[in-house]
């Protein structure tokens, strides 16, 4: 299943933004499908810390995507350590045809997952998170 038109909608428009520029409405949630949804605040974060690493607009669009598919269908679930989001969880999955590796923090909301942040990482650091939420 594709992400909603209106993920793509708000990537379009939040994009060609500056780092720090305020945009309309953060706290309004962007639903994901069932269960899965994204403030429009952790989603212009996402954006810009993508488009420093040199991410194109399609490119985070798929890491969205990859994101959903790692919440509906993870290869690995693990307790986030990070003391800034205590209880948040971290969804993985390795996507092997392309040889990527995305990650997801999540903070519970009753039977849903709010999404804070997404990102791909490498096969080394994947694989470490990996043996580490197995040994739980």
């Known amino acids: 299943m594709d992400a909603p038109r209106n993920l793509r909608g708000a990537i379009k428009e939040m994009y060609p933004l500056d780092k720090g ?6 706290i309004d949630d962007i639903r994901l499908g069932h ?3 994204i403030s429009r605040r952790a989603l212009k974060h996402i954006i810009e810390e993508r488009k420093a690493d040199g991410y194109s607009l399609d490119k985070i669009y798929r890491l969205l995507v990859r994101v959903l598919r790692a919440v509906r269908r993870p290869g690995l ?4 350590l990070n003391k800034k989001y205590p209880n948040s969880i971290v969804f993985g999955r390795s996507f092997t045809l392309t040889k990527e590796y995305a990650v997801v923090i999540c903070e519970p909301e009753g039977e849903s997952f709010r999404i804070i942040n997404a990102f791909y990482r490498s096969k080394s650091k994947y694989d470490k998170l990996k043996a580490k939420s197995e040994r739980r």
Do not use: C, D, H, Y
């Open 21 to 26: 520029v305020l945009i309309a409405r953060p």
């Open 35 to 37: 269960r899965v949804s």
């Open 77 to 80: 679930i693990a307790k986030n």
